[in-house]
Structure formats: C-alpha cells, structure tokens
C-alpha cells in the first residue's frame, strides 16, 4: 500500500479528528481518507483485487442462476449426498475455523491474560465472519432459504440435533456481533454503545463458551445420524461431539495465526506498534495451545478407535488414508507448533498454522463427502458448486479485509484517550 | 471496565442459566423415543413372491400424480440400468423402485421393491429440526412441504436412501418420499396403491404385528423357502415394511449394517451431555474466571481500601 | 359388480356340477367334473379377461394341485395334511369362494383379528391366481408375461404408460422378459 506515505500523516486514520482538526467524515473514513480517485487507483493497482474480480464474473451469474434455476443447475442433484461443498465446505469447515472468537475471548476475559489483548479483537473478527459466513453458506445451500426462521418460530423440532446448531449458532452470531461492535463504536465515535455492551462482556463471553462447545459439538453429532454411511474411522457416535469440538480448538487458533500473518505481511501499515510487537510472543502462545489441543484430539481419537474395536479397519486402505489425514492434519503441524514453541521459531508455527487449517477442512470433507458412503461410489462435486464455493469465500476475504482496513482490529483507536 | 465483576458477572450468568433451563426442557421432551402405535399397519415383502413386473411402479406414479415416466413401466430395461455403480434408486419422480438381483446362489433372478419401510422410530422424523415429518397411528411416515427448509438433513438421516430432493425446483422444492398412500388411502382403511396393484401378493399388507406374525408364518411353514430372519423386524428399531428372502439380505441390496437400534440412539450420547453443558459450564468459567483474576481482585480492593481511607483522612482533616 | 355375479355363477356352476356328479361327498373329485373353461374376468380392468382352459390345465396338474383340499383329493403338502389329511370334498372348489377379492380392506383385515383363525395368510383372489400359475408356469415353462395370458387394455395402457400412452421419445415396444 505505497499510497499511504510519509507525507500524508493523517492516514491510515486512527483517530476522529484530521491534522487541522477537523473531524473525518463516515465517507472519508470510509476510503481510508483517500479521494475517490486515489481509492481507485489502490483498488485497481492490486493483482488481487483482479483475482476477485475474475472470480466474481464467473460466480455471481452462477449464484444469480442457483436462485432462478435451482440447486439442481449448479450440483449434481444427487440424493445419495445430500450434502457437498456449500454444508462440507462452507459449514462443516468454516464453522470450526473460526472458533478463535471464544477462546480468545475466553482466555483474555476469563482467565484474565491481558498478555494476549492485542490479538483478541482480530479473534472475535475472525469469528463473527466465519460464522457470517457459514451462515451464507448455508444460505446458498437451503432448497427454501427464505425459511431459514422456521425453525426458530415457525415449527420447532428440538430434539434435533441440527434445531441446536440453529439455534446456537444464531445466539452466538448475535454474541459475536456484540463482541465485534465496540471496535465498531469506536471508530464511528459512539462511546455510550462501547460501554454498554463492556458491561456484559463477562456474561457474552461465558455463553460463547457454552454455546461454541455444543454447537461445535453439533456439528460432529450431526453425522452420528448416518452411522452406518459415514466410515467407522469417521464417525464414533461416542466421541464425535468430542472429536468436533477439540479440533475446533486448534482449528480456531491455527486461523488467527493465519489471520494475523497475513495482516503482517501485507496490511503492515494498519497494525500498530502494541499488535506488531506482540504478535510473535502471542503466536507463540496460541501455538502452544494449539498443540495442547492437537494431542488431546489424538488421544481421542485413538480411544474411539479403540472403544469401537476398529484396528482391522486401519490395515485397509481407508485405514492408510485414514492415518495419512492423522499423519498430515494434526500430527506434522502439532510437532511444528512444538518445535517451534520451543526454539521461538515463529515462522515455522506460520507454517504450521497454515497446515493445521487446511488440515481441518480435510478432515472435515472427508467426513461429509469422501468418506460418507464409503461403500458406494465417490461423489466429485460439480464445477459450478466448487465455483460458488469459491465465490463465497472471496467474498469472506473481502469483507475480513474491508473491515481490518478500517476498524480498529488490528490497531488502537486513539479518539478518547 | 473493571467495574463489570460480581454484578454483571450474575447478570451474565443467569441468563445463560435461564436459556438453559429454557433449552433442558425442550430436550427432555425430545427425548427421541416415540410410543409405538399397535395398531400401526405394515406390509411384508416377500422377496420369493415378486416378479418384477413393475405394476407397483406404475400404481404409485398414477396414485401420486408423479411426473411421466421417462420409459413405459412395462420396459424391463431399466433392471440393467447402473448409475454410478448402483442399481436404480428412489428420486423426485418416483416414491418406489423395484431392481432385479442375480444372487449366484439360485438360478433365476430375485427382485426387491424399495420404498420408504416407515420406521417405528424414524431417522427422517428425529433428525428434522421443524418437525416436517409425523408418524402416524396408521404407521405412516407423512412430510408436511409447508414447513420444510430444505436442508436436507433427513436424507442423510435416513439409513434406507428412501427420502429425495426435488432439486429440479427453484421455487417449490421438497422432499420427495413414499408416505404409504397417507392422504388418500391408509387413512381411510385402504392399502396403498402398490400393494393393491401387485398381482403376485408380493406385498402383504396388515396391521405390522399381524404381517410380522404372516412372515413367521412363512418362514416356519416352508423350510429352506426362505432365510431365518424378517429384515425390518428389529432393524433400525423395527420398520412398518419387512422383508422375506430365500437368500442372505445383503446378496439382495439389502445393508445389512444398519444398527439394530433405532437411528436416533447413536445421537443420545451427544442429547444427554447438552443439559451438561449447559448447567454445569457456566459456574465452571465464571469459577475459573474468579481463581485466575484473584490477584487482581485483591490488588484492586486494596486500592480501593486505600482510596477510601485517604478519603476518609482527608475528611477528618476537613472536619478539624 | 356385474363381474362379480358372473364368478359367482361360474362358481355356482361348479358346485352345481358336482353335486349333480358326486352325490356322496366323500368321493372326490376328478377332472370330468369341471367346467371345461372358465373365463376370469372378475377383475378384469388394467388386463383383458383370462379364457381359461380348465380342461387343458386338467392335462398338467392334478385338482389338489390347484384347488388344495377341498375336492377330496388329498393334498400333498405336508404341511396341510397337518390338519386335512382326510378332509372330504367342500361345498366350495372355485377359487373365489375362498380367496377374498378385497383381501386387504379394513373390513376384511378386521375378520383376520378372531385368534383362532388359522389361515391368516390366505392370499386374495388376484394373488391367488398368479401365485399359481405363475409358480407352475415357471416350473414348466409356461407362459410368464403378463400380456402372455391377458392382453393390456387401455386402461392399463394408461397406467403402465405404454402403447398409445408411451412418454414421448420413450421405448414403446413393451419388451417382456
Ligand atoms: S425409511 Fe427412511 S424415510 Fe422412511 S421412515 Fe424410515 S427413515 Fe424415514
Ligand atoms: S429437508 Fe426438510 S424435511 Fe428434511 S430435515 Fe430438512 S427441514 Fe426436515
Ligand atoms: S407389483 Fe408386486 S410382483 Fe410386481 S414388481 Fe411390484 S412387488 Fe413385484
């Protein structure tokens, strides 16, 4: 971002009032404080905005054609799976990716490490915008998305293991939003909204923690529902909440190590001294978390192996596979994080980080997709549904990079010292 | 900031406990077991019996008011049919499938119906979070469109593959599944309209006990007829239709695997630690919060201490 | 209705006959006391009436092969003879005097429901008849297609959508197997 130069003080804006004194306007501030014509020239100047827009030519007619034609004009309709990359992808994966929001938010205001409050907020962002996200996902997905209160207020089915992800994925987005807001007042300057919702952090943060173990959870149990379609290395109607849940952990953290690093590299000029300084030492300590997390979920693993008596499975070729996606997932980034946690080798956690991420997401297509009917055929999703897939996530990264542009996420609003 | 502590800290904490409370009670009447209605009816399906002539197929297309049929339902072709490996398979155009199997073992054919088997304790029923299917005292699983979102999940509940997407439609989607001729025969005392068409008695309809009772009959009647065991009997919590074969299930299509239990049970692990969680994390964290941030608690109070008593210095110094 | 009385009346025929033949009931039966065709055509609908050859069929199974125990030949299923062994000649040989047309209305269900019925699984009239013959059928390689035995009217046209109700595009030569 070489437009932010030396000789323009006043940007990026990290205040209300301008080097004259005058206040920035919602507009300005919204350009970054830059004229119409310079916003442009930034836009464009970027090879990746390039990237979105070649993805979005493509992938907004095929959302636009999803809603006109139906699910059936970008899938392969298939009723043997039910569910493919929106729910795999877009739920499945997002969901416990940005389960960073609760435990930053419960390690800062819980267990009162303030060491670790110059990466909160980009946690709570991280979180707020996965699930958003999700929620989209979810949205392109529904035969009938415009029913999507239903089961809050139309006609509830609560013993439903998906009636509680609804419902607590809908109360955690509205805590999210709570949490994410105060950055939010500050930088529109509306103090009386900031304090109103610090008075109830404590409270939001405990029903994050409630509501993320049982959604996360939920998500896992979901496949209990298809015991004998999911493969047995898959699924333990035991421990899957479990399963879900403790990967959501290091999932979590592994993505605002991912955040964060990319934040550093090419938004430098947003963060300030506090989260630049900071950011290797609490890298360090999410890494150190993470791994925690990371030998837990093997160890839980193994006992559901175990407590289903499936050793003979892990001499087949599932098995193979199966230890591969242990191998690859969690056990290489785990002893990364470790190693590098150790030697303060911050680059290799990055590295890590990246690793465990896609690793989740791994793991959860193989559970929703590659290893649902194992005993049939292998079902390749359409071009288009990997299409809008992608579109989606465009979108994610577009408006995370919107908001950490302008919002104090990675910097200190410094209006009412 | 600091001013948040014990108030806002109760505050918090009650509304969660109040959402529990909230949450525990819809559980508790969802506990998943269903009471099995005796008088539910059901049919047998005798593997022995059917001929394959799709006559069944054709009852329901016309019964159902679905769709054309892409091939006249006397083309035998389609027994050839292999999509992806698989042999054909219920979809929004047809509610029943009748497929023909050359198990090795004997030397002509057998053909097996596929439809929805109405489970006892569906899977369909208890994964969906509106409350879109109801089994009814009749024994049949009916589908209520108007509340349906669309999310599908009954079709990876199901352990038969029976529910299906109309995923031709952009407006009006639904699932599309067998509700045993509902609306407009077993409610009024009639067989569906499969079994009625089925020249062969393939399909012997009757209250489920009553079937089940036929099916023994049968097994116990003909020796080395059939294999000894009903399939629907007690798979996935017993079914309204059962099967009888002269050969072992899974050389017909039949998934053998499925649990003996009804689908929901493998869930009730997760059902029974949510009230759990939700009664016991909250006293837990807001704990843990307590034990971690008692150092400065402490710091705090003693600062106030001290505030207060030079507040209290400066107002004796007044007062003198 | 109008094809039930005839069924019946062949039934009556039946009886008729073989009471004119067989005075002593204990006596049984043989092929001479049959009618020597029959038409059935009690449900005819989706399928044309069957012309049934009782005197041909005379030729390839013997009475109790098809009318079990009540012509007072004795069966040879082990399991009727449980109770049959020695059951003389009913009052009622036609199939229809045992084998319920509507054999899974509510009503008919509901006569199943007295516990000391032992014939449970008696199948309806229409499985009845194809249970037989197509079981024999099979053994001997008789006739197995549908419209072998009774051609597709065009009601059954309309509802298999075949002939002149074929899909479009569709096959419409009605292959049997
Ligand atoms: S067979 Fe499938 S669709 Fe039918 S009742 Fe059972 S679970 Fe539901
Ligand atoms: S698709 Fe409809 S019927 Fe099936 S689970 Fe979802 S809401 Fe229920
Ligand atoms: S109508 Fe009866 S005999 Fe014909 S295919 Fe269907 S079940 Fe089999």
């Not at chain 1, 007042?185 to 103090?191: A, D, K, Q, R, S």
Request: charged share 20%; net charge neutral; glycine share 8%.
């Amino acid at each position: 971002m070489r437009l932010f130069s030396k000789d323009r003080p006043e940007i990026p804006i990290v205040n209300h009032t301008k080097e004259d004194g005058s206040a920035w306007t919602i507009k300005e501030k919204l350009l970054l404080g830059l004229s119409v014509t310079e916003y442009k020239k930034q836009f464009f100047r970027n090879p990746v905005n390039w990237f979105m827009i070649m993805i979005f030519a493509i992938g907004v007619p095929l959302i636009l054609g999803r809603y006109a034609f139906g699910l059936g004009w970008v899938t392969h309709a298939s009723n043997d799976y039910p569910w493919g990359l929106f729910l795999g992808f877009g739920l499945f994966g997002m969901v416990p990716l940005s389960a960073s929001g609760f435990m930053l938010g419960t390690t800062v205001e819980l267990f009162g490490r303030k060491d670790f409050h110059s990466i909160e907020r980009l946690a709570l962002l991280n979180g707020l915008l996965g699930y958003f996200f999700a929620v989209l996902f979810l949205e392109i997905d529904l035969g009938m998305p415009w029913r999507l209160p239903y089961p809050m207020f139309v006609s509830l089915g609560p013993a439903a293991v998906l009636f509680l992800v609804a419902w607590h994925v809908a109360t955690y987005l509205s805590v999210q939003v709570a949490e994410v807001l105060p950055a939010l007042f500050e930088w529109m300057g509306w103090l009386k909204g900031k304090r109103i919702i610090r008075k109830y952090v404590l409270g939001l943060t405990v029903a994050g923690i409630i509501l993320s173990t049982l959604h996360q959870g939920a998500l896992g149990a979901l496949f209990t529902y298809a015991p004998a379609k999911v493969h047995p290395l898959w699924l333990s109607t035991n421990f899957q909440w479990l399963h879900f849940f403790v990967s959501s952990i290091f999932g979590g953290l592994s993505m605002v190590i991912i955040a964060s690093t990319l934040i550093k590299n090419f938004m430098g000029w947003r963060c300030d001294e506090e989260f630049k300084a900071n950011l290797d030492y609490v890298t360090v300590g999410m890494a150190k978390g993470a791994s925690l997390a990371m030998i837990t979920y093997l160890v839980i693993k193994l006992v559901a192996v175990a407590h289903d008596q499936e050793w003979t499975y892990l001499l087949t070729g599932w098995g193979s596979y199966y230890m591969l996606e242990l191998g690859v997932a969690v056990v290489l980034p785990m002893f990364m994080f470790a190693f590098g946690v150790r030697n303060n080798w911050v680059t290799l956690i990055r590295f890590g980080a990246f690793i465990a991420a896609i690793g989740i997401i791994w793991n959860r297509l193989n559970t929703s997709l590659v290893c649902y009917n194992w005993q049939m055929y292998q079902e390749i999703p359409h071009w288009k549904e990997v299409w809008i897939t992608v579109t989606i996530y465009a979108l994610y990264f577009l408006t995370y990079r919107f908001i950490v542009y302008r919002l104090p996420i990675v910097y200190e609003w410094k209006g009412e010292r | 900031m600091k001013k948040l502590n014990r108030r806002s800290f109760i505050k918090g904490g009650l509304a969660t406990t109040a959402a529990a409370a909230v949450l525990k009670e819809t559980k508790s009447e969802a506990s998943g077991d269903f009471d099995n209605y005796p008088e539910g009816m059901g049919v047998i399906v005798d593997l022995t019996r059917c001929v394959g002539c799709r006559s069944c197929e054709a009852a329901c297309n016309k019964e159902q008011g679905l769709p054309e049929p892409a091939v006249p339902f006397d083309d035998f072709s389609v027994f050839d049919i292999i999509h992806h490996g698989e042999k054909r398979r219920t979809d929004e155009t047809a509610y029943t499938i009748v497929n023909r199997y050359d198990p090795p073992e004997i030397d002509h054919p057998l053909f097996r119906k596929i439809q929805c088997n109405h489970c006892n304790e569906p899977a369909c029923l208890t994964s969906c979070f509106v409350n879109a299917y109801t089994k009814t005292p009749e024994g049949a699983v009916i589908y209520n469109a108007s509340v349906c979102v669309g999310c599908r999940t009954c079709m990876i509940a199901c352990p038969f593959y029976i529910p299906t997407f109309k995923y031709s439609s952009a407006f009006t989607p639904r699932i599309m599944k067998c509700i045993f001729c509902y609306d407009t025969r077993l409610k009024n005392g009639k067989p569906p309209a499969c079994v009625e068409a089925c020249p062969q008695e393939a399909l012997t309809f009757g209250k489920r006990r009553d079937v089940l009772k036929i099916g023994k009959q049968r097994i116990r009647e003909t020796p080395g007829k059939y294999v000894d065991h009903i399939y629907g009997e007690h798979e996935v919590g017993g079914t309204a239709w059962m099967y009888l074969s002269s050969v072992p299930f899974d050389k017909v299509g039949f998934d053998t695997h499925v649990p003996k239990e009804p689908i929901i049970n493998s869930v009730k692990e997760f059902l029974a630690m949510v009230p759990m969680v939700l009664t016991i994390w909250p006293g837990l964290f807001v704990g843990f919060h307590l034990l971690a941030t008692r150092k400065d608690k402490i710091q705090e109070l003693e600062k106030e201490k001290e505030l207060r008593k030079l507040k209290e210095n400066d107002e004796k110094e007044e007062q003198v | 209705m109008q094809t039930r009385k005839k069924f019946m009346r062949t039934a009556l025929a039946l009886t008729t006959g073989t009471i004119l033949f067989a005075p002593i009931h204990l006596s049984a039966m043989d092929a001479s006391d049959a009618p020597e065709s029959v038409t059935i055509d009690s449900m005819a609908k989706l399928y044309a009436p069957v012309e049934f050859d009782h005197l041909m069929h005379t030729e390839y199974a013997s009475c109790e092969e098809c009318h079990h125990h009540t012509t007072g030949v004795q069966v040879a299923d082990p399991n009727c003879l449980r109770c049959h062994a020695n059951t003389p000649e009913a009052d009622e040989v036609s199939c229809v005097g045992c084998h319920a047309a509507d054999r899974f209305d509510d009503k008919y269900l509901a006569t199943l429901d007295d516990p000391t019925i032992y014939h449970i699984d008696k199948p309806g009239l229409k499985g009845a008849y194809h249970l037989n013959c197509i079981g024999c059928h099979v053994i001997i390689d008789g006739p197995t297609g549908c419209q072998d035995c009774h051609a597709m009217t065009e009601a059954g046209e309309k509802r298999f959508n075949t002939g002149k109700h074929a899909p479009a595009g569709g096959n419409t030569s009605g292959a049997h197997h």
